[in-house]
């Protein structure tokens, strides 16, 4: 076994192990800010190790492999800032899952904008992470987190000290003085993810109680305006993004309603990232009255329809599909989501869902898994499991979850 550091971090009794590289080490430990942890040399032959929460192996070419106790299977050719970003996400996760007194764990950026504690969340591609490490570009925000929050039932986040992250390459409406910016902070990145190591990021254990809960709403035009959220959506939006909480549907309303209570529901509607950050900063300046945000609020909007999906028509049945190499299953409590490094847990795999992606072990045709499904779900119609399960590859497809697998028929996973 090659030689490995094991990393103990305070109130987590699980190891990190990663491969004896300083460079590496470096990388993670900028990072991280307050967290506590001891490195040593792994010994394998310990019989008093705790088994790894997980473990980054060197692979050729400046690569890693990444093992851990949350996801199903290894990722394999992960960039450095990659392989952190497991490692960060794995904490993350154990941590909220810690009976510490944590309501929830919600996977939602958080920044302190004049002393208000303002929670962050949105739906895929609605640029949380980015607007996250926007506003830490500028002085005065004190960034609590860009990927997970844990709250408890008075609303208080505890602050886990883990620098922002950034997708990258940025995009390319992305003004030049964030550029500027993200040149001068940028720490570990590779070619998909870049850590920013702002000075304003909160160490490990710092709390805040939370003033708003702000759903981004992310659009193709028009101008960065701020909606009351009505009370359903608002407690619709923090269940929705809870990674770790109370057990049963009651408990997990009531969590959620002693949260609510304490908060201010906005919706933020934006085309533009600099135009929605001046809008935040007007919202939240400095003022004697810190109850309400300092800009006009719009009454709340209806619901949008769900964007339009890939027509299941259009998918080929007889086309050879394969996973994408970096997805994998990714454990949350009983639940089972399809995860990238670096993204929420974005896909909720059902039963149906669970049983098509195991048969995308290997390439396979939308024809060749519903013939399996079939065997599966003997008492599902075959006609409805046809139609299901090309849904379900159509949507699989659009995610990026899966892809078209090579001329060549060899195995995409």
Request: glycine share 8%; net charge negative; hydrophobic share 45%.
């Amino acid at each position: 076994m090659p030689l490995l550091w094991r990393l103990q971090f305070d109130g987590i009794a699980a190891p990190v192990l990663l491969p004896q590289q300083a460079e590496f080490l470096a990388a993670l430990d900028q990072c991280i800010t307050g967290w506590r942890h001891r490195v040593s040399n792994f010994d394998p032959d310990d019989p008093a190790s705790e088994r790894p929460l997980c473990i980054i192996e060197a692979r050729p070419g400046g690569t890693y492999r990444a093992h851990s106790r949350f996801i199903e299977g290894p990722l394999d050719g992960l960039g450095v800032a990659t392989a952190v970003c497991v490692i960060l996400a794995d904490l993350s996760q154990h941590y909220a899952d810690l009976d510490l007194g944590h309501a929830f764990g919600l996977h939602c950026g958080g920044v302190i904008m004049n002393d208000r504690a303002i929670i962050l969340a949105g739906e895929k591609r609605a640029g949380k992470s980015t607007l996250v490490a926007r506003l830490a570009c500028d002085d005065g925000v004190t960034v609590l987190s860009d990927d997970v929050l844990p709250i408890d039932h008075s609303g208080t986040i505890t602050g886990l000290g883990l620098a922002p992250r950034l997708r990258l390459p940025l995009p390319v409406n992305a003004s030049s003085a964030f550029r500027a910016q993200v040149d001068r902070l940028l720490g570990a990145a590779d070619d998909r993810y870049g850590y920013l190591l702002t000075p304003g990021l909160a160490p490990h254990g710092r709390r805040a109680k939370a003033h708003a809960f702000i759903l981004l709403d992310r659009r193709p035009d028009g101008p960065a305006a701020l909606h009351h959220l009505a009370e359903d959506e608002l407690l619709q939006a923090i269940i929705a993004r809870s990674i770790a909480g109370p057990d049963g549907p009651e408990a997990v309303l009531d969590a959620a309603e002693s949260l609510a209570v304490g908060m201010v529901g906005l919706r933020l509607v934006y085309s533009d990232l600099e135009e929605a950050t001046r809008l935040l900063h007007r919202a939240f300046a400095a003022t004697t009255d810190q109850r309400q945000p300092r800009v006009d609020i719009g009454p709340p909007l209806s619901p949008r329809s769900a964007p339009d999906r890939r027509d299941p028509a259009q998918l080929d049945p007889a086309q050879r599909l394969a996973r994408q190499p970096d997805t994998a299953i990714r454990h949350v409590g009983g639940a089972a989501f399809l995860w990238r490094p670096g993204d929420a847990m974005l896909w909720h795999l059902n039963p149906a869902a669970q049983a098509i992606w195991a048969l995308l072990d290997r390439s396979a045709t939308a024809n060749e898994i519903t013939d399996d499904m079939t065997v599966i779900f003997p008492e599902v119609p075959a006609a409805q499991l046809f139609a299901d399960t090309r849904q379900m590859l159509a949507q699989l497809c659009e995610e990026g979850f899966v892809l078209p697998a090579p001329p060549n028929g060899a195995d995409g996973a």
